[in-house]
C-alpha cells in the first residue's frame, strides 16, 4: 500500500500539467469553502431551499444549516475527484487524467456560481 502510494505521487509529480490542474481544482475548492464560511450567517429564520409551482406553498423552507451541506458536497467533490484523477493517470493514461482534471475544476466553478445564487436568495428571505 505504502509503495502504490508513493508511485502515485511520484507520477503526479513528475506531470506538471495534471499537478497544476489539481492543484487549482484544491485552490478553489478551498476558496469556495471560506466564501461560505463567510456567506452562511446563523439566524433563527428559515432558509427557502426548494421552489415548486405544483404544491400548495412554493417555497419549502428548512434552518440555516442546511446550508452547510453546500460545503460538504464541495470538499467530497474536491477528494473524490482528486483520487478519480490518480486512478485515471495510472489505467488510462495522462490525457484523460488531464481533462478529467480540468472538468473538476469546471465544475468548482460552476458549483461556485450556483452557491453565490443560493446565498443571495437565503439572504434576501
Not at 460538504?72 to 482528486?82: E, P
Not at 495510472?90 to 468548482?108: D, I, P, S, Y
Request: glycine share 4%; net charge positive.
Amino acid at each position: 500500500m505504502k509503495e502504490r502510494i508513493i508511485q502515485h505521487t511520484q507520477a503526479l509529480v513528475n506531470d506538471r500539467h495534471l499537478l497544476v490542474a489539481l492543484l487549482l481544482l484544491l485552490l478553489a475548492g478551498v476558496s469556495l469553502l471560506v466564501f461560505l464560511a463567510f456567506g452562511i450567517d446563523p439566524t433563527e429564520r428559515q432558509v427557502a431551499v426548494h421552489y415548486t409551482s405544483f404544491g400548495t406553498t412554493n417555497f419549502y423552507r428548512e434552518k440555516w444549516y442546511y446550508l452547510l451541506s453546500f460545503a460538504v458536497y464541495v470538499v467530497v467533490l474536491m477528494a473524490v475527484h482528486s483520487v478519480i484523477t490518480l486512478k485515471i493517470l495510472q489505467e488510462k493514461g495522462r490525457e484523460l487524467a488531464v481533462v478529467f482534471a480540468w472538468m473538476g475544476l469546471v465544475l468548482v466553478v460552476i458549483s461556485a456560481a450556483l452557491l453565490f445564487q443560493i446565498l443571495k436568495v437565503a439572504s434576501i428571505i
